[in-house]
């Protein structure tokens, strides 16, 4: 009885010990914002493994990109529900976060103990170079997978244009998928009567959700850890865009309106946020630690990602009813045509902040002919940029 019990759960054991190395490997090397961590996940989940079709894994994204929070950790939690269910969804994505709050735990300690942030210059100005070519081989092959024809190529090329000239990128992605949703739907609709997007029906009491926590929270509140909680749940459930988006939010209630947080310290915590593996949000762990401890750190934490989890466990069953309508499917195409061009403009934008002198350039070329030659793992090739950046820094 025990053997035969044993084979029965081993299946779902072991694809959630697959899951929790994975994902814990992914948050730990996980430097360069969300475009780099896509990459290393389409590497680890699409190349190597093959858990998913690249088709399957650009879906994700697409449905990750179009609700609020940090969407690569919303991809990790999507891909952890599609490997092993319900709880697959929350093994992945603590997985990916935990690493990163520990560090930043770490981190705040050594700044609140001593007053100062630990140099990681060289570490990171010789990792940058490293994960732009990451970056660049994922975006090769996921727009491979995304620019099926001619008009999904023009929606990229569109996408490029408008994120460059300073367009939202919500506008970006559902004006992608609504274009290629409407001809798709001209195209085959004829004698049929209107149209509606019946599928998308059970997501909408999530603008309700939204609307609730985008209303204004009280002046002049005191510090505690429920409202530290509550306000970082807030922040989590409305939030579309970059860690520059998320300054805003921060700046606005924690040093403007409640004076918790001086402008030194805010740029700080976003300092540290940015520069340290997986999500940016962890911004919020360095920010809970300073004004509370571990107990604040942990509250912080739990109230910027909660909405993730809860976000993709309502949307994650319609990506496949979506996919399954002709004219909904196209408007998933078209989104994901979109995210292909918003993730290029990031990586223009990566790259010349990354690749300023000879020695950077150089560590990317290596990190080309490491790639295209030999196949090395990302995670070594990160650790050896590393290496390069901590010994050769400021020498040249």
Not at 199 to 217: G, K, W
Not at 248 to 271: C, K, P
């Amino acid at each position: 009885m025990s053997v035969f019990s044993e084979q029965h759960v081993s299946p779902r054991r072991t694809a959630l010990a697959e899951l929790m190395r994975v994902f814990l490997k992914l948050g730990m090397i996980g430097f360069g914002g969300p475009a780099a961590h896509v990459a290393l996940m389409d590497e680890e989940i699409v190349r190597r493994r093959r858990w998913l079709p690249r088709e399957e894994f650009l879906d994700l994204l697409g449905a990750a990109s179009l609700i609020p929070g940090p969407n690569s950790t919303e991809l990790a939690i999507h891909i952890g529900r599609r490997r092993a269910g319900w709880p697959g969804l929350l093994v992945a994505g603590s997985c990916f976060i935990l690493p990163a709050a520990l560090i930043v735990i770490g981190v705040a300690w050594v700044y609140v103990r001593f007053g100062s942030l630990p140099q990681v210059s060289g570490i990171l100005y010789g990792v940058k170079p490293v994960i732009i070519v990451i970056v660049l081989q994922a975006l090769w092959h996921l727009g491979r997978a995304a620019l099926k024809n001619r008009w999904l190529a023009a929606v990229c090329i569109a996408g490029v244009a408008l994120s460059l000239l300073g367009v939202h990128e919500l506008i970006i992605l559902f004006g992608g998928g609504l274009l290629l949703g409407a001809g798709r739907r001209l195209a085959a609709c004829a004698g049929k009567g209107p149209f509606r997007f019946r599928s998308l029906a059970p997501a909408m009491p999530l603008h309700a959700l939204i609307r609730a926590f985008a209303v204004p929270t009280a002046a002049a509140a005191p510090f505690g850890l429920w409202p530290l909680f509550l306000f970082f749940l807030k922040v989590g459930s409305v939030l579309f865009g970059s860690g520059y988006v998320l300054l805003a939010f921060l700046r606005a209630d924690l040093v403007e309106r409640w004076h918790w947080l001086t402008e030194s310290q805010l740029l700080d915590a976003l300092a540290v946020g940015q520069v340290t593996p997986g999500p940016v949000f962890t911004t919020a762990t360095f920010i809970g630690f300073v004004l509370g401890g571990i107990k604040g750190s942990v509250a912080a934490t739990v109230g910027i990602f909660m909405p993730a989890f809860l976000f993709v466990a309502l949307s994650a069953p319609l990506v496949s009813r979506i996919r399954q309508a002709k004219t909904a499917g196209a408007f998933l195409d078209g989104v994901n045509a979109a995210s292909v061009a918003l993730m290029a403009v990031v990586t223009l934008q990566l790259g010349r902040t990354a690749l300023v002198d000879a020695l950077t350039i150089g560590i990317a070329a290596a990190s080309v002919a490491a790639l295209a030659c030999l196949r090395v793992n990302s995670a070594w090739l990160i650790l050896g940029g590393a290496i390069a950046g901590f010994l050769l820094y400021g020498r040249l």
